[in-house]
C-alpha cells in the first residue's frame, strides 16, 4: 500500500535563476496585450523566448537542451518557434544552437534536413548521448507527425531515421506483441510518455494519434520499444484499438494482461535499478472507455518480466486534487525529476479545464521506488509553474526548471514563460 507524509524541507526552497546579462534591445520589448509586467522578457539573442511543450535533453557534461515549442518570439507573434538552444548549468549562460528565433511559417517537406518546429513531441537520449525526436504536432492539433530524427551532439547534425514524413500517419502494429520488423511503428504521436533504458533501447507509451479513428484525436495504450541497435520497432504491450480504458487487476498484481488506459502527457520516471519503467496520471480515458479527463493512478512495467502493475492511485477520473490524500492526485503535463537517490520527483501539471477557474499545484512530491511511499517536501517559495515546463538537473543535484505556463496575475490565465527556478538542495 502507498502512503503518505509531509516531510518538512526547511532547507529547501525555490529560486529564480538569472540568466547571464544580455545585450539584445529585444529584451526590452514589452507585450502589454498579454502581460502588464516590465520584466517579462520575450527573449534575445542569449536568452529563448517564453515556451511551452517544447523538447529537451540532458547531456551528460552539465549542459540542456530544448527545441521549439509554443510561444512568443522577439517580436511579440505566436506560434511554434523555430529554434534550438543549449543551456550551461555551469554559468546559467544560453547558446543559440540553431534556428532563427522567429516563429515558424514553412511547409513541411520531404527536403527539410533537420526536423520542423512543434510542440508536445517524443525526446530520449541513448546511452551515447545521441539526441532523438518524434513526433509531435502542429500549432492547430491537426497535422500529428511521424518523423524520428537522431541528433549528434558532438557534430551538431540532425540525421533523419525514419524513412516517412508523413503526418496523421496509421501505426502498423503488426499480427500480434513482441513482433519486430522494418514495418511496424508507432504511427503519429505527440505527448507520448518516453523513457531510455539501461540497454540503450527507447521506450515509448500511448499518446494522441490522429488518424487512426477517422480524423478524431485518438488516446493510446500501447508499448513500443526501438533498438537504436537495430534500427526497429517492437509493439510490446497494450491495445492496437483507440481509447481502451485500463485493465487494473488487483492492485499490487503483475501480469502481461493487465495495461494503464490509454493516455497522454503523464509522468515517467525509469529506475534503472530494477529496470522498470514508471507512469503516473496523464490525461486519459475513464473506466467505461467513453470519457476522458485526468488521472491519479501509478503504474510500474518491469521489463525483464514483460508485466504491468497498477502501484497505487485512483481508477477513476479526477481523483482527488492532492491537498490531503495519500499521493498527487489526477494531474498532467506535470514536470518530473530524478534525484541523486533515485527518488521520483514531481511537481505542478495541469488539473483544471476552466477558463475562470486557475490551479495551481505548488507542492514538490516525492516517490521511493523502493518503498513506494509518497512524501510532499514543504519548499520555500514557488514559481507558480503551472504546467508544461522543462525539467532538468545540475552537476550538484539541484533540480531545476524552465519555460511552462505561469500564472498571469493581470489575467489570471497562463502564459508562457522563459524563465529558470531551481530548488537548491544543498
Sequence with gaps: MITSNWVQAQSL???KIESAKTTDSDIQSQFQEMLQDKSYSLGSENLPSPRFGASSWQTGNNEWIIFSGIGYDPEGRWGLLDDMWKYNTSDNSWILLSGQRKVDTQKWTEQTESPIPRRNAISWSDNQENLYLMGGTRLNDTEYFYDLWKYT????IWTRISAKTTANLNAVWGIQKGGSGDGLNPGSRAGSA???DKSGNLWLFGGYNMDNNQGHQDLYNDLWM???KKQIWTWVSGSDQPNEQGKFGKKGSQSSELAPAARANAAAWYDNIANKLWLYGGNGIDTTGSDRGG????WSYNIGKNVWQWVGGSVGLYANNGSSQAYPGYRWSAATWKDKEGNFML??????ISVTEIDINPTVWKFNPVTEKWSRLLIDGAPGIMSDAEAFTDALGNLLLFGGRKLNSQTM???PTNEIWKIKTN
Design 226 to 228: 526501438f533498438s537504436v
Design 413 to 415: 490565465k497562463g502564459s
Design 194 to 196: 518516453s523513457w531510455t
Design 13 to 15: 526552497k525555490w529560486v
Design 347 to 352: 511537481y505542478g501539471g495541469q488539473n483544471k
Design 153 to 156: 551532439v558532438k557534430d551538431g
Design 295 to 298: 488521472l491519479a493512478d501509478l
